[in-house]
């Protein structure tokens, strides 16, 4: 299979926005958009980047993920082997789904040809258990398995591009997070080694306090170590995965209407709350560049289930 970055031909480096916005300006603030939504009509975003090492790895092999019902993992995956012309298989939480009509994001995962495999949540959550992977590999056989949220190695070193596009034109750069990766390569990208240097922002969008263990494994893992400098504010979450609140909502509507970009709710409007948010409170020095990286688009149903199980 040719690259993925030949067939595809994905706009990077993405982007870089900057955003006339008071509640920034008044603290002497830049903010800064970064603006990887527009990357690939299909894989936006950091789901482009977490994929394309991980599909040059699978060589044209299928690819096995994992998702919820609304997974815009599962969603990418399945464009991608459409696109790419690769077996795609997406092992989804809730064996109750089995006997229902495919909600709006499974329905297009089976159109781009995405063969789904319903398991129960006991099941799911052990989905990482040489058990399930085996059984899952018996019965599909020889395939590329890809995490949920497709936060592995791959993805981490792929997300550095991210980083790297970045040197130079911020202070700070921020990303909603829902399995870490994105995180974990975008502050190894940064020149974030030395004092003063740049730093990365994750805002989780889940409840549990576990991404922190998450980003440093997976930085671990892809990197050999700690990687650049990154922090985390956990205070965001408003509920959990895909919920909201009257306040985050007239929030987001309250920014298309100032800068009319539309904002995708399950991420990156908890990303431009919790920015606008630490403006207010003097999180940022005054002349800082603060850069929000818009990882989304909003064309995807904003359900009450999580993709990612915790």
Known sequence: ??????????????????????????????????????????????????????????????????????????????????????????????????????????????????????????????????EVLEGLLSLFGDVEVIPEGGSNALAAQGCAALGRELRGQTDVAAVACGTGGTLAGLAAGLDGELDGGQRALGVPVLRGGFLGEAVAALQDEAFGGPAGNWSLDERFTFGGYARTTGELDAFAADFEDRHGLPVERVYVAKLLFALTALAEEGAFAPGSRVCAVITGTPDTPGPQE???SR
């Open 1 to 130: 299979m040719n690259r993925p970055e030949t067939l595809l031909r994905p706009r990077v480096p993405s982007p870089l926005q900057e955003l006339r916005d008071d509640r920034f300006a008044r603290h002497g603030i830049t903010l800064l958009l970064k603006r990887d939504d527009l990357i690939h009509p299909d894989l936006p975003g950091n789901k482009w980047r977490k994929l394309h090492l991980n599909l040059e790895a699978a060589a044209g092999r299928a690819v096995l993920t994992f998702g919820g019902a609304y997974s815009n993992h599962l969603r990418a995956t399945a464009a991608a082997g459409r696109l790419l012309g690769f077996p795609t298989i997406g092992v989804v939480r809730g064996d109750e789904l089995a006997h229902r009509p495919l909600n709006p994001s499974l329905a297009r995962c089976a159109a781009d040809g995405m063969r789904l495999r319903f398991v129960d949540r006991t099941t799911y959550r052990a989905k990482a258990s040489p």
């Open 306 to 308: 999580s993709s990612v």
